[in-house]
């Protein structure tokens, strides 16, 4: 009985031994199968700074500024092809002198050129044969007249000359007329030469021949163009989904780049009824008085204004600071630090203001010296 109790309880014991092993190795698996603890690391905000003496930065209120919606477009300087007028040359020929160059102005009847012209010559010819031939059937006709007078000739005679001398004053004026279309208007001293004159005042905005080139007539580029730069259109592109921003007789603002401190008004007078199919745009044209300023080709601004209003901020024009090619503003938040928002910046205003598009509504405070709020946030 004592053995059969001892074996018991080894028995007992070696059970409650493997249990024990068992529960520490499925611990153990536990352990190694979890995943590592999870680590977070604070980011600070960049846009975020910190003053020891904020009282140092004067702070200002954006104002509102009532506006209408407005849309930019970029376009070029051209002529008023309505005011283009081409300097034309009927007589065909060889240039033999040039007086005006591509880019002067000249005046009405001013000389541009000199053609040396066959057709001229020829024209000449037949004028001077004209005259003669009226001289001479004037005389037959007074001759024809007396006789007439005396019973000697016949009615029917006398109708034949003066027939004959009629035709005869046809041919001088007709001869004279083709001298004066070719350019001749000095008929009493015959030439093969042709002045080509200015038609009108303006400037010469095309020129197509050069000295001793050849002028081939109607059927040819026409030697000069003259262009009235008095007033000029302004040819913009203006994308499909703005063109609802753009109606004719409206106004729009003009800035040239060469000029970008002085401002012009035109009118919208066309919108293209086609597309241009690569850029999905149509071009606008504005009509615009030339103060002098304005040249051919020439790149300027067009702002053209909306039918609604809107209200945007305003705030003074170093209240912004542009950085990296963006406009920021400092704005005042708890415990001495101010936040850098980034805004859109507008147009400049009078008084050192520039309008702010987006990023901060009329009534917040912004930093008044953007620039030295920045400098003095990076030096601590």
């Not at 009985?1 to 031994?17: I, P, V």
């Not at 300087?77 to 034309?88: C, F, H, K």
């Not at 020929?93 to 005046?107: F, H, P, S």
């Not at 704005?331 to 507008?346: L, M, N, S, T, W």
Request: proline letters at 5%.
């Amino acid at each position: 009985m004592k053995r059969r109790g001892l074996r018991a309880c080894a028995s007992c014991c070696f059970l409650w031994c493997l249990a024990a092993v068992g529960c520490g190795d499925a611990k153990h698996d536990d352990n190694a199968g979890a995943p590592p603890p999870l680590k977070v690391e604070r980011v600070e905000d960049r846009n975020l700074f910190q003053v020891d003496h904020p009282e140092q930065f004067p702070l200002t209120t954006a104002v509102p500024r009532v506006t209408t919606s407005q849309l930019r477009a970029t376009g070029t300087v051209s002529p008023d092809i309505s005011r283009n007028v081409p300097v034309i040359s009927v007589a065909s020929g060889r240039v033999v002198e040039i007086a005006a160059r591509l880019g002067d102005t000249v005046k009405k009847g001013q000389l541009l050129l000199r053609v040396q012209s066959a057709d001229v010559a020829l024209a000449f010819s037949d004028y001077q044969k004209a005259v003669a031939d009226e001289q001479l059937t004037r005389v037959q006709l007074e001759r024809a007249q007396l006789l007439y007078d005396k019973g000697a000739i016949a009615l029917n005679d006398l109708q034949i000359v003066q027939d004959a001398d009629a035709k005869t004053k046809v041919d001088v004026k007709t001869t004279a007329e083709k001298l004066r279309v070719l350019g001749s208007t000095n008929l009493d001293q015959p030439s093969g030469i042709v002045d080509i004159r200015a038609p009108v005042s303006g400037v010469i905005t095309d020129q197509q021949v050069t000295s001793a080139s050849g002028v081939a007539g109607l059927g040819a580029p026409n030697p000069f163009t003259i262009s009235d730069l008095s007033h000029v259109w302004i040819l913009c592109d203006v994308y499909e989904n703005d063109l609802s921003n753009v109606h004719l007789g409206e106004k729009a603002d003009i800035r040239l780049n060469a000029y970008p401190d002085k401002s012009f008004t035109g009118v919208i007078s066309n919108i293209g009824p086609v597309l241009d199919p690569n850029l999905r745009s149509a071009k606008v044209r504005i009509e615009v008085r030339n103060p002098g300023l304005m040249r051919v080709g020439m790149f300027v601004t067009a702002m053209f204004h909306g039918q609604k209003s809107q209200t945007r901020a305003a705030v003074p024009a170093t209240a912004i600071l542009h950085l990296h090619d963006r406009d920021w503003v400092y704005i005042p938040a708890h415990d001495k630090k101010f936040r850098r928002v980034e805004v859109v910046g507008g147009e400049m205003l009078p008084g050192n203001m520039q309008e702010v598009l987006s990023g901060i509504t009329a009534g917040q405070q912004v930093v008044t010296n953007a620039l030295e709020f920045q400098n003095t946030a990076e030096q601590q």
